[in-house]
């Protein structure tokens, strides 16, 4: 059972358009993170949230911005997609013991045309 | 820097044991994980070891650490098919103000019939 959930799974959208992709974590967790995942398998973060209100930039340059104004809620949107956004976009969060484990999403799989 | 690496392929055949790799390079890693990808999903925990211990079981997953060499591995018994997945090995490493969290660049194991 999913405790947390990416919406859409899959999303064809056209260059120029706006897209918003939607997580939710029914953990109360504090921490969480977008991570990009290249086709070759590859995972690079790009944004991460230590609570509400706070949001950072990770490794990976990205147009796309975060919010996080509720704890459970972390939404990840691009303002004009491009055929260089097309990838699996992966939101997680983690505990708050000291191990840090990330329980991730199902994902996001977009694709610019 | 933080950098972790694995080989990119490991094919077994159903019934043996599978071992996937991986090297970090910062030595003041708190805790290392080893996660499960199975195609068109998140990335899955399956076990975790904190960087004082040599090794970890968990039923059919053995976890070995060499701190000196900056090695770790994991074991696969009786490999099955649905073992079929791509494995992403991560170190946790505290900066002083926050855990992060880096992966490798993640193995696929084929098993064959």
């Known amino acids: 059972e999913a405790d947390i959930y990416q919406t859409p799974r899959y999303l064809v959208i056209g260059t120029g358009k706006k897209i918003t992709l939607e997580c939710s974590q029914t953990m109360g967790h504090d921490k969480m993170y977008w991570y990009q995942q290249d086709p070759g398998m590859e995972l690079h973060l790009i944004h991460y949230?230590?609570?509400?209100?706070?949001?950072e930039k990770g490794d990976l340059s990205s147009e796309s911005t975060v919010s996080r104004i509720r704890t459970e809620h972390f939404p990840l949107t691009l303002e004009s997609a491009r055929p260089s956004h097309t990838s699996q976009y992966l939101c997680a969060s983690s505990d708050p013991s000291g191990a840090n484990v990330l329980t991730f999403g199902a994902g996001s799989r977009l694709t610019v045309l | 820097g933080e950098d972790v690496e694995q080989s990119l392929f490991l094919s077994v055949r159903e019934g043996d044991s599978s071992v996937i790799n991986c090297t970090y390079t910062?030595?003041?890693?708190?805790?290392l994980y080893w996660y499960k990808q199975e195609p068109g999903a998140g990335l899955q925990l399956l076990t975790y070891i904190f960087s004082n211990m040599d090794m970890k079981q968990d039923q059919r997953l053995t976890v070995l650490l060499n701190k000196k060499d900056k090695h770790l591995s994991l074991r696969i018994a009786d490999t099955q098919t649905g073992d079929s997945a791509i494995y992403f090995c991560?170190?946790?490493?505290?900066?002083?103000?926050?855990?992060?969290?880096?992966f490798g660049t993640g193995t696929r194991l084929q098993v064959t019939l």
């Open positions: 910062d030595s003041s890693s708190t805790y």
């Open positions: 991560a170190e946790s490493v505290y900066t002083g103000t926050a855990s992060k969290l880096t």
């Open positions: 949230s230590y609570g509400v209100n706070s949001t």
